[in-house]
């Protein structure tokens, strides 16, 4: 089982910063094969903001159109913790973000990681509110 922790959410004005963090704990290593960012505003469902592979020889990553060049994804060397790096930043970015592990091995081709049903694990989130 693997736990994740989100951390890094806050208030911040139009076309500012946030780095969110998402620890992670567990048999994680051999159990994960990507960590995803989603998100979900007040009525809306939960969407598909980043993920990367969890994979000694593949980091890939892959990010939604509506942040794609202003959010990044990345991990750190000690592989706990994942992070999402968030810049010029708009009020519809308002939401509360999750971080999430999936236990399904990738297939050439697919964009299984953008979708919020093939992750098993999820981390309590954190809310990104952003001010016009």
């Known amino acids: 089982q693997v736990q994740l922790v989100e951390s890094g959410g806050g208030l911040v004005q139009a076309g500012g910063s946030l780095r969110l963090s998402c620890a992670t704990s567990?048999?994680?290593?051999?159990?994960?094969?990507?960590i995803g960012w989603f998100r979900q505003a007040p009525g809306k469902e939960r969407e598909f903001v980043a993920s990367i592979r969890w994979s000694w020889s593949d980091a890939s990553t892959d990010y939604s159109d509506s942040v794609k060049g202003r959010f990044t994804i990345s991990r750190n060397n000690a592989w706990n913790t994942v992070y999402l790096q968030m810049n010029s930043l708009k009020p519809e970015d308002t939401a509360v973000y999750y971080c999430?592990?999936?236990?399904?091995?990738?297939?050439?081709?697919?964009?299984?990681?953008?979708?919020?049903?093939?992750?098993?694990?999820w981390g309590q989130g954190t809310q990104v509110t952003v001010s016009s």
């Open positions: 999430a592990a999936s236990s399904l091995p990738p297939i050439s081709g697919s964009k299984r990681y953008n979708d919020p049903r093939n992750f098993g694990s």
């Open positions: 567990g048999r994680t290593f051999s159990s994960t094969y990507a």
